[in-house]
């Protein structure tokens, strides 16, 4: 049995692209807890950013605004913007089997079980040789 002590809140989760066939793509993207710090200081800038602008963002801009501020890292080689986030979105869009990666990366970032981690076991004296590793998500369709 664990202790908690063993365990640490985690501030990324690691979601992992599958093909529709199930098979890995090898492409993946890291994604922040929804009530981070990080989130809400870049809803904050983006919001006076917004305000200042002569032109008010549509609802589709503030969805890939959320949405790029949920994602910190990924595996492609553009830059995390907004308009590689909607490149991202229009690539796995919502369909009737398939609830877009937008909800997948906002459902991610919700589940506050994904953010525990178990401590490296030099964090863990009495764990000694417990194996650990970065958790991961696959991004697949749901097929209902």
Same mark, same amino acid.
């Given at each position: 049995?664990?202790?908690?002590?063993?365990?640490?809140?985690?501030?990324?989760?690691?979601?992992?692209?599958?093909?529709? @066939?199930?098979?890995?793509? $090898?492409?993946?993207?890291?994604?922040? /807890?929804?009530? &981070?710090?990080?989130?809400? *200081? +870049?809803?904050?800038?983006?919001?006076?950013?917004?305000?200042?602008?002569?032109?008010?963002?549509?609802?589709?801009?503030?969805?890939?605004?959320?949405?790029?501020?949920?994602?910190?890292?990924?595996?492609?080689?553009?830059?995390?913007? @907004?308009?590689?986030?909607? $490149?991202?979105?229009?690539?796995?869009? /919502?369909?009737? &089997?398939?609830?877009?990666? *937008? +909800?997948?990366?906002?459902?991610?970032?919700?589940?506050?079980?994904?953010?525990?981690?178990?401590?490296?076991?030099?964090?863990?004296?009495?764990?000694?040789?417990?194996?650990?590793?970065?958790?991961?998500?696959?991004?697949?369709?749901?097929?209902?």
């Amino acid at each position: 049995m664990g202790k908690i002590a063993d365990y640490k809140p985690a501030d990324t989760v690691r979601l992992e692209f599958d093909n529709y @066939d199930g098979n890995p793509t $090898g492409e993946w993207l890291t994604v922040r /807890r929804i009530d &981070s710090p990080a989130v809400r *200081d +870049a809803m904050l800038e983006y919001n006076r950013l917004a305000a200042e602008s002569e032109t008010p963002p549509t609802d589709e801009q503030r969805g890939v605004a959320f949405v790029r501020s949920l994602i910190e890292s990924w595996s492609f080689d553009e830059e995390i913007t @907004d308009e590689t986030v909607s $490149g991202l979105i229009d690539l796995y869009p /919502r369909t009737q &089997s398939f609830q877009g990666i *937008d +909800a997948v990366i906002l459902k991610a970032s919700s589940d506050k079980s994904s953010f525990v981690k178990k401590k490296p076991a030099t964090d863990q004296p009495s764990s000694a040789g417990v194996e650990t590793g970065e958790e991961t998500a696959e991004v697949e369709p749901d097929r209902h």
